[in-house]
């Protein structure tokens, strides 16, 4: 489709197509191939171009040049224009993203609900460039985890840099965390400190407090809160210098609230967690509920006390156990009444305890 000139000779005329104001008329035109809107008046409705005009493999299939007239009212939507062919329309607010993925009008109501919230629960925002020494620690379902120091802070204390994946453009998850783990004052659950962003990927930053070594699900269910994602690799130890007899306590801590949510806010249907640690209602589709936190405590109890992970088999050539698959076998298999077996003998109080959760 042609509805702009190119033709210095015919623009001098005053022969150019007069087409002005918005775009939208091409709305529907969803399997438009190539477009010219050069030297035109056309001035807004960059929402409404056809995504199939975007450049593939350099190939050119959209003119929007102003180079032949001047007064041009094109010249406003050129910067648009451009951002559309090499980033697209982001997919919230349907305006041009200025990087991959990236609204800066989005990022900008971002930024300024983050703020909003660091001041109401009294956080610290942290740019990113105070945070050094920056070693990578582990990979979790949402995001990667960093150990690093921050800049211009008394002593040598070291922190957590929590990176959740593809964040930049969502507050919402975000927020629900950091305000789960505010909630929670225990000196039982890793504290947050503060947020940040990643300059690069604009991913959004969870400052928490380091546990060198890796009562606090009751205090969770205390405040209202379901974690439903507890396993091993959430429980970390705490080693305290007791002042009095300079013996070590050590003190188990719950992380990662990611998933932790207050009970009327969970959506029925979707399971999340490690799969021998998840309920077997839950795997059933049902809500996760207290219970079901329950129900991973005790399976994690089992795995400490036995001191081999929940369900295993026995490899005879090697001569240890090694675990199952988390496959569907598994997920039916715990549906139909599966659980761990004790492999040692442990106080039938314990073995009580458990089978009750």
């Known amino acids: 489709l042609k509805i702009g000139n190119s033709s210095q000779k ?85 305006k041009t993203n200025i990087g991959h993925n990236w609204c800066q009008l989005c990022d900008s109501k971002i930024n300024q609900d983050i703020h909003e919230f660091t001041q109401e629960k009294n956080l610290e925002s942290v740019s990113y460039e105070k945070f050094v020494n920056i070693k990578y620690l582990a990979k979790g379902g949402f995001g990667e985890v960093y150990k690093a120091r921050q800049k211009e802070k008394k002593g040598k204390k070291e922190i957590v840099l929590k990176i959740l994946d593809n964040s930049r453009g969502t507050t919402s998850d975000f927020l629900k965390e ?18 940040s962003q990643d300059p690069n990927t604009k991913n959004l930053i969870m400052i928490m407090n380091y546990i060198k070594d890796a009562e606090a699900l009751k205090e969770i269910h205390e405040q209202g809160l379901i974690h439903r994602d507890l396993h091993p690799g959430n429980i970390l130890n705490r080693k305290d210098i007791k002042a009095t007899n300079f013996k070590r306590d050590v003190k188990c801590i719950i992380a990662d609230l990611g998933l932790c949510r207050p009970a009327n806010e969970i959506d029925q249907g979707k399971i999340y967690g490690v799969l021998p640690y998840v309920a077997p209602e839950v795997l ?53 009444g599966l659980r761990p077996l004790f492999r040692i003998k442990i106080p039938q109080l314990l073995k009580d305890l458990i089978k009750q959760c």
């Not at 950091?178 to 947020?195: E, P, T």
């Not at 001191?307 to 715990?334: F, R, W």
Request: aromatic residues 10%; positive net charge.
């Open 10 to 94: 015919r623009i001098n005329q005053g022969k150019y197509n007069r087409f002005n104001g918005s775009l939208k008329f091409l709305q529907k035109l969803t399997s438009l191939k190539e477009l010219d809107i050069s030297n035109t008046d056309l001035d807004k409705g960059v929402e409404y171009l056809p995504v199939n005009l975007r450049n593939q493999k350099g190939r050119k299939k959209f003119f929007y040049s102003t180079e032949f007239r001047s007064e041009s009212k094109l010249k406003k939507i050129v910067g648009q224009l451009t951002n559309f062919l090499e980033y697209g329309l982001c997919k919230k607010c349907q």
């Open 178 to 195: 950091i305000a789960s783990h505010k909630l929670l004052s225990s000196d039982r659950v890793v504290k947050c400190l503060g947020v």
């Open 284 to 336: 059933r589709g049902k809500k996760y509920t207290q219970a079901s936190d329950i129900y991973s405590f005790g399976i994690i109890a089992c795995e400490i006390l036995s001191g081999i992970p929940p369900y295993t088999v026995y490899d005879e050539k090697e001569k240890c156990y090694k675990e199952v698959s988390h496959d569907l076998d598994l997920t039916i298999a715990i549906c139909n």
